[in-house]
């Protein structure tokens, strides 16, 4: 049997050695894992509500009442050309009128009394991009906008913008410095459990010492089951929080996190799963 | 000369555990190291297997020195020594062959030796029905000599006996220690430590005797023994 052989062997093993022990360690591991799970779903469905408040700030171009259709057209493409400017779409007199009959029912009578030669100005609306609202440039924008010839006013909602993409701004800020010590503390809590489970079979590190087995046939043992131990412990947590949230979609409605975050959740616990398992080895070892 | 220690000295924090030993151990020579607990016989030992390095001084064992040793040599000097504890120290979950085997597979002998070298040693210590139990459904004197089989297998040059009856009853003891002279007279070096120099008859081997961390010389043992 060749010492690779032998080292195969020691792994298999290691893995087959205390299942108890290791399923204790593999659902701390697991649990650990479902807080941050949960963390990442809440802050997935906020940074798409928030995505989608966002999406529906925009400005509204009334133009002059002696614009043609035409004229009011030009200036819509003029203003798509600026910087900032996501979309532009042109509203008709007529257009405009059947929205107002559409969204103030209990108001037509405001359109009777003004007669059957009054129109609605045609208007534009403006979707601006998400790097111009974060920049605070819609100001700016409205500024330039309400020079151009043809347009009458520019309205925004000036007394609510600025409160709303702030409140995004620091929700957002918060999520990452929350994630950020969620992060850390999964780590850590990971990386003390994988290495705890490695340091209470110091006697097995303590023997392959005494009879000269080399550094890395003690060690590969315990990264491979710290590997294994981190994946399953961050698989099973999500397959939890994937439980967890099927059973509160009828009552919340939401959406599971992204395949590329979970992929990044099984990373996490393989590499703080390793890391535990080395420092445990290392530590006994010396 | 197999083991030469020169002016050797290692504290554990502030308290010396060892203090200017001067020793040598010649091949072939059974040596008994006794004094009471807390003496520094294990830690002795220690250095033999340079699980521990002095803190000044140098240990040469088998041309490897402390103060010169890597890290990537220590197990090369490792498989040239049997070690043995007074708690056995054997794997739980892995049989009596898998035990004793343990030393050769972490060099990737092969198979075939692995098998005949075990099945031999087995056979010699009086174990070959007890090959495919574990370590818990022996008794305290079977699993020393599990232990001492372990410690043979690779045919090591020195045999480093720590306490090994410290958890038997004295008729087991008397059998280690027979396994032990028997060994010795194979031409294996054995160093035994002992809180009882008494188990090893008088002229079976050279003793010393270590007090505080000091080594006192020989036939301290006696002396006690006529003081009692």
Known sequence: MSILQSAVREIALNLHSRPGARLITLLMVALAFIVFDTFLIISWNLESIMDKEESLVGMEVFLQREISTNEGRVVGDLISSMSGVQSVYFVSPQEAEALFRAELPGRTDLLDVMGNDFRLPASLQIIFTEEAMSQGRISDLSRQIGAIAGVEDAVYGEDYLPGLLKTVTTIRRLVILLGIVLVSSISLVVFYTVRLSVVRRSLTVDIMRIVGAPWWFIRVPFVIEGVLMGIAGSAGGLAMAAILSEVLSTAVTHRFMPMSWMTLVILLGAVTGTVGALAGSYEKER | ?228
Do not use: C
């Open chain 2, 1 to 228: 000369m197999l083991v030469t220690m020169t002016g050797v000295r290692l504290s554990y924090g502030r308290w010396p555990a060892l203090d200017k030993i001067n020793l040598e151990i010649r091949q072939g020579e059974f040596l008994v190291i006794s004094g009471p607990s807390g003496a520094g016989k294990t830690t002795l030992l220690r250095l033999i297997w340079m699980g521990d390095k002095p803190d000044s001084g140098i240990v040469e064992v088998a041309g490897f020195r402390s103060d010169r040793i890597k890290r990537r040599e220590l197990p090369q000097l490792r498989r040239k020594i049997g070690i043995v504890f007074q708690d056995f120290r054997l794997l739980h979950s892995r049989t009596i062959f898998d035990n004793v085997a343990l030393p050769l597979q972490v060099t990737g002998a092969g198979n075939r030796i692995v098998q005949k070298r075990v099945i031999s040693l087995l056979a010699r210590m009086g174990l070959s029905h007890r090959r495919n139990s574990f370590p818990h459904e022996l008794s305290g004197g079977e699993q020393q000599r599990v232990a001492i089989a372990r410690a043979m297998v690779a045919h090591p040059f020195i045999l480093l006996a720590d306490e090994p009856t410290g958890n038997l009853d004295p008729e087991v003891s008397r059998e280690v220690v027979e396994l032990l002279l028997e060994i010795n007279r194979g031409g294996t070096t054995v160093v035994m430590a002992t809180h009882d120099p008494r188990q090893v008859p008088a002229g079976k081997g050279r003793f010393l005797f270590l007090d505080k961390g000091i080594l006192r010389g020989a036939d301290r043992w006696t002396e006690l023994d006529q003081d009692s």
